[in-house]
């Protein structure tokens, strides 16, 4: 029903990097479980990572494990993922989704953003 706003995708060369960022209209993302999820050209969406009400981190692909990092700007009230040693097969768009409960999951998320393109290309 209500929707995140995701904000810095772009165009990147391989190895380069980019910080993704989360926010919400209307409300705070501070006591919600968010997630990271993309879709690739013809291919089915996929979860990146998560960080929970709490702030416990759980990443959903091997892949994307130590060059892809989800935390949050107390500042901002937003939820980001900085993207480093991005390489082609990044190239997606990327989708934040928030969960009104208070853990990790793959799916069961109550609000989503309308997504950013990442392309990663020479």
């Known amino acids: 029903q209500l929707q995140l706003v995701e904000s810095g995708g772009g165009l990147v060369q391989p190895g380069g990097s980019l910080r993704l960022s989360c926010a919400a209209s209307?409300?705070?993302?501070?006591?919600?479980?968010v997630g990271w999820f993309r879709q690739a050209p013809g291919r089915e969406r996929e979860g990146v990572s998560c960080?929970?009400?709490?702030?416990?981190?759980?990443n959903f692909a091997d892949s994307m494990r130590g060059r892809f990092t989800i935390g949050r700007d107390k500042a901002k009230s937003t939820v980001y993922l900085q993207m480093n040693n991005l390489k082609p097969e990044d190239t997606a768009v990327y989708y934040c989704?928030?969960?009104?409960?208070?853990?990790?999951?793959?799916?069961?998320?109550?609000?989503w953003g309308q997504g950013t393109q990442v392309t990663v290309s020479s």
């Open positions: 989704a928030a969960a009104s409960w208070s853990w990790c999951a793959i799916g069961g998320y109550d609000w």
């Open positions: 209307g409300f705070t993302l501070d006591r919600f479980t």
């Open positions: 960080i929970s009400e709490s702030d416990r981190v759980t």
